[in-house]
């Protein structure tokens, strides 16, 4: 089976595509939401990210 160039680039886009979907709840609460961009960015500067959880989850804008 020849894969061509138009069919490898579709392979690529889908598996971009599901990775980048797996990867935006990052408080495992179930929901993309701001305290998940928190977490990144916490996770960002080197901080870990079960600190980063709880530290997101103690905060006032924090969702229980």
């Known amino acids: 089976m020849r894969i061509t160039e138009q069919h490898l680039r579709q392979i690529i886009k889908e598996e971009?595509?599901?990775l980048a979907e797996q990867d935006?709840?990052?408080?495992?609460?179930g929901d993309a939401d701001f305290d998940d961009?928190?977490?990144a960015r916490f996770t960002a500067?080197?901080?870990p990210k079960g600190t980063a959880v709880a530290r997101v989850k103690r905060k006032p804008l924090g969702k229980e």
Request: aromatic share 0%; no cysteine; hydrophobic share 35%.
């Open 45 to 47: 500067s080197g901080m």
């Open 24 to 29: 935006r709840d990052r408080d495992g609460d």
């Open 37 to 39: 961009v928190r977490v």
């Open 16 to 18: 971009l595509l599901r």
